[in-house]
């Protein structure tokens, strides 16, 4: 049995590279170019990997580009499961502009998915056997709301437990179907969710009761950046302040986080461990460079200060 399956719908292939300055009309020359295979799912997949954990990527890839994320894939020893879509799979670009140290982030749309290849990706789900079902990033086009919905209705029909980590309706209508045992939300996709800004750290504990209250979710992660991150549950609403490093990129830190605290939880972690464990992590992501995720020697370290 694979304990952890993950699912990403709209993956990219990630390039990442440093310009001295970003500036409109000229050309801007870059260097220090990488690409890796990303999207939510891959990239929780890939850090449940590097911490030692059982995991099969499961997406959707097509045309040209769709051929170079599997051999990006492939390049990790990422066990996967690709579901061949017609369209072709996105490219995303992060641009590190050295003068400035500010990042630009290029994120495309991506491919548009016939009813058939979500419908085969769906029976995918069907046919693995596994613990633990990470449902992570957006939903491209032609994909209806309720997918997730659908995919967690899979893991919950043989006791697999559902992670959810997305954004706008599809967020919010897979909630309020209930069942979900970890939600990991930005602050900002919070601040969607509940209607309202939650700035004030009163207003954003006292939105994180008013969901527990609700009984959608056995457990709420809120990320917050440089301002930390919060965990709910019925025990406790606890939060924790960012772990003080140098920062380089802040790609694939929400990703981290979920990958860590989804393995943690699933290797027999309490909730309040892997909440810390998932910040340690997503620390861990921001000191390295462009698109490379956390790395375990970095996590443990910051996961024993986090405790100490």
């Not at 295979?37 to 449940?48: D, K, L, P, Q, S």
């Not at 997730?148 to 006791?159: F, L």
Request: with cysteine; charged share 20%; hydrophobic share 40%.
């Amino acid at each position: 049995m694979t304990n952890i399956v993950t699912v990403t719908l709209n993956p990219a292939i990630d390039g990442a590279c440093a310009a001295q300055e970003v500036r409109h009309t000229h050309k801007i020359r870059t260097t220090n170019e990488r690409y890796d295979a990303g999207g939510g799912g891959i990239n929780v997949g890939r850090v449940i990997q590097r911490l030692g954990g059982d995991v099969i990527a499961v997406y959707l890839a097509g045309g040209a580009t769709g051929t170079v994320l599997n051999s990006l894939v492939d390049q990790y020893a990422l066990p996967r499961l690709c579901i061949d879509i017609e369209d072709h799979t996105r490219i995303s670009l992060a641009v590190h502009e050295a003068s400035t140290g500010r990042e630009y982030r290029f994120v495309p749309e991506g491919p548009h998915i016939a009813e058939t290849e979500w419908q085969t990706c769906l029976n995918a789900l069907e046919s693995l056997d596994f613990d633990w079902l990470v449902l992570s990033g957006s939903l491209p086009r032609g994909v209806p709301e309720d997918f997730y919905i659908w995919a967690g209705d899979v893991a919950r029909s043989r006791g697999a437990r559902v992670v959810l980590d997305t954004s706008g309706p599809a967020l919010a209508r897979t909630l309020a179907s209930g069942g979900i045992f970890l939600v990991k939300p930005s602050l900002g996709e919070f601040e969607q969710l509940m209607g309202t800004p939650l700035r004030d750290p009163d207003t954003l504990m006292a939105a994180a009761r008013s969901l527990m209250a609700r009984g959608q979710t056995t457990h709420l992660a809120v990320t917050m950046g440089h301002d930390g991150a919060l965990l709910a549950n019925a025990d406790e609403v606890l939060r924790l302040p960012a772990i003080a490093v140098a920062a380089q990129s802040a790609v694939g830190a929400g990703d981290s986080f979920v990958g860590a605290m989804t393995h943690a939880l699933a290797t027999g972690h309490s909730a309040h461990n892997a909440f810390r464990y998932g910040l340690a992590a997503g620390t861990a992501a921001v000191m390295t460079p462009g698109n490379d995720l956390c790395h375990r020697d970095d996590v443990e370290q910051l996961f024993a200060r986090s405790t100490q």
